[in-house]
């Protein structure tokens, strides 16, 4: 696991070494191993190395074939690099390291961009051509490993994030407004924006190809979920099983100590026990918790950690946390507004205390269907057959006065958010629960300067377009394609991967494996998703392996106890920083909006406490990146 970074002059003047050399130091801590780089004229290469496999020298980056006409830079890991190795040697290739690196390099020498979907891991990397004079940079399917770059007509920048491109002093530091205003309906900058503008984001499952000046992306692969399988249940659940721990079993390979982030929930307990099946030696484990019972896991990631006999380690997470927000605005380098950030960020820091390398949990919510909103979805589908929505929208008004309680999932706001939204077709009524500020909220936020600039875009388009892309039947496999394209790797695999490379630790995620991803999205989604059952098939496959007690409790997720905090610790920085004259002097919102919505939220009228984070975390990122910059 690495950083990587670069520059080409278009007009063919010689890079910069002490640029190069300054956007290694930007992104230090991805790579505190070594770092290397190499110019070749106007084309310069820049590598920081965290040290997994291949520890030795040979090993280092930028590195080259054998003429030294081909040169890469890569950051991630590709679990078949070794098979992948034999079958070049017999192909006549030669090796001098026994790293991932050099596979990938022979591999593009033997297949050109054809490479990708022979590799099977994580990874983004840059490889510059001498020969054909051009520079190929691809990102993995799922998004684990990102990849931002800056494009005009007379240079080209690349790099692992923001800050690293940010070195070079020709670039301006503007806000992208169309980046924001996604921004806010998201709690993140999807791809290709981000909140700088004119730097873009290489997508997942995509590639690109810098020659004459001129840029060509493609994408190169696609999830999809036809034919289905034509198997019976039990025989599917043998499947699970196997395929999953086949996909942890090639995660193990390491030079380094590894452990696991143990949640206590069903997917980073199944890791945890197929890790303990597999290794010889007791698995590490890492768990984070909360005084608020509420967001409290513990007790359960203990029960786990006894039961594998792990050996398990916990953090307690405090108010005070909040001291920890000017590092994480500086390490996400845009605005995002996952508070699970904090959490994440907290466990990886504990983790590496221990180990280099983490296996994590993500995926098995997005691959066997395990949100609480797909079973929303399911029986909204379901009252439309026989209460009309006239009805809903007559009682809405009444409903709305009644305040929702201090308790972030409590009975009243659920049944407020589920009939606000049941109105509205099937996508958009998910859009909008996964969504913050609505387009229609937004009109309300925002000044008429802000929107003018927007007005052209509604974020809402972005998901509904996935819809519409999707290689499915039935609505769930549809929502589950869209959160496979946008919400796990714009959010959840940012979240992690910005918030363990901050501590250089390294996070591999059995159930994003390719071949894993492909055969689970071929079950029937029915086995997926039974009555209020989430993850149906997925816990009959556990049964006998996790406690029942552990499998079958109500989803918490990796949550934060904002709406207690936003009352009580955290109210008056909110206040204060929100209706202060530099956020207000900005122009984006209406300062009265903001008022009422902080008003509210205190007095517990309503839940504000996600829309408050974005704004915050927005204004933040304001005083950090742009002020004093532009």
């Not at 022979?106 to 520079?135: N, P, Q, S, T, V």
């Not at 869209?482 to 591999?508: F, G, H, T």
């Not at 909110?574 to 902080?598: M, N, S, W």
Request: net charge negative; proline share 4%; hydrophobic share 40%.
């Amino acid at each position: 696991m690495c950083g990587i970074c670069g520059k080409i002059n278009l007009d063919g003047q010689p890079v910069s070494e002490r640029l190069i050399k300054s956007m290694n130091s930007a992104i230090v801590h991805r790579g505190p191993d070594d770092e290397g780089g190499v110019i070749k004229g106007p084309v310069g290469l820049g590598h920081r190395r965290l040290s997994i496999i291949d520890l030795s020298d040979s090993a280092r980056q930028p590195m080259c074939n054998e003429d030294g006409t081909i040169w890469i830079v890569f950051n991630g890991e590709i679990y078949n690099f070794q098979e992948l190795s034999r079958d070049l040697l017999s192909k006549g290739h030669e090796f001098r390291t026994k790293s991932d690196t050099e596979a990938i390099i022979h591999l593009y020498e033997e297949y050109g961009a054809e490479c990708l979907k022979y590799l099977r891991g994580m990874f983004a990397f840059a490889i510059f051509d001498e020969k054909r004079d051009e520079l190929f940079l691809a990102r993995d399917r799922v998004g684990k490993k990102p990849l931002y770059y800056y494009h005009t007509d007379k240079t080209f920048i690349f790099a692992s994030e923001i800050k690293a491109i940010l070195q070079d002093n020709s670039i301006q530091r503007t806000p992208d407004l169309e980046g924001i205003n996604h921004y806010l309906t998201y709690l993140y900058v999807p791809s290709p924006w981000s909140a700088f503008k004119g730097i873009k984001k290489l997508p997942p499952a995509h590639y690109m190809i810098l020659k004459d000046g001129k840029i060509k992306t493609e994408r190169y692969w696609k999830l999809s979920y036809l034919p289905k399988h034509q198997i019976s249940f039990e025989s599917l659940k043998k499947e699970i099983i196997n395929r999953l721990r086949e996909a942890v079993k090639i995660r193990l390979i390491s030079d380094v100590p590894l452990g696991a982030f143990l949640s206590g929930g069903v997917d980073s307990s199944a890791i945890v026990a197929l890790m303990s099946q597999l290794m010889r030696e007791p698995v590490k484990t890492f768990s984070i918790g909360f005084k608020e019972e509420a967001y409290n896991e513990l007790r359960y990631a203990r029960m786990v950690a006894e039961r594998f006999k792990t050996d398990h380690t916990e953090f307690m997470v405090e108010p005070k946390a909040v001291d920890l927000l000017p590092k994480l605005v500086w390490h996400y380098n845009e605005p995002y507004a996952d508070v699970s950030a904090i959490p994440t960020y907290y466990v990886s820091k504990l983790a590496r205390e221990h180990v280099t390398v983490i296996l994590n949990g993500d995926g098995g919510d997005e691959n066997f269907a395990g949100y609480g909103r797909y079973v929303a979805n399911e029986y909204s589908a379901l009252m439309h057959r026989f209460l009309p929505a006239a009805l809903v929208n007559m009682t809405l008004p009444l409903l709305n006065n009644i305040p929702h309680g201090h308790h972030p999932r409590g009975f009243i706001w659920r049944l407020k958010r589920f009939l606000k939204e049941y109105v509205k077709p099937s996508e958009v009524r998910n859009g909008h629960w996964i969504s913050q500020f609505t387009t229609e909220m937004k009109s309300e936020l925002c000044t008429d300067d802000f929107i003018e600039s927007v007005f052209h875009a509604d974020s809402l388009d972005l998901l509904l377009d996935k819809y519409k892309e999707a290689e499915a039947e039935t609505f769930l496999d549809k929502t589950l394609y869209a959160d496979v394209a946008m919400y796990l790797p714009e959010d959840l695999l940012v979240k992690v991967d910005i918030a363990s490379m901050a501590n250089s630790l390294e996070c591999r995620s059995p159930f994003l494996d390719q071949e894993f991803m492909e055969f689970a999205a071929m079950i029937p989604s029915e086995y997926k998703l039974k009555g209020r059952s989430t993850k149906h098939i997925l816990k009959e496959s556990l049964r006998g392996i996790l406690p029942d007690e552990v499998m079958f409790r109500e989803k918490m997720g990796f949550g934060v106890p904002l709406d207690y905090w936003f009352r009580n610790e955290l109210k008056d920085m909110a206040y204060d920083t929100l209706l202060g004259r530099q956020c207000v002097e900005r122009g984006y919102f209406h300062k009265e909006y903001i008022q009422r919505i902080l008003d509210e939220h205190v007095s517990g009228k309503w839940n504000w406490q996600n829309h408050i984070w974005s704004l915050l975390m927005l204004e933040l990122w304001h005083q950090t990146f742009i002020d004093g910059y532009a």
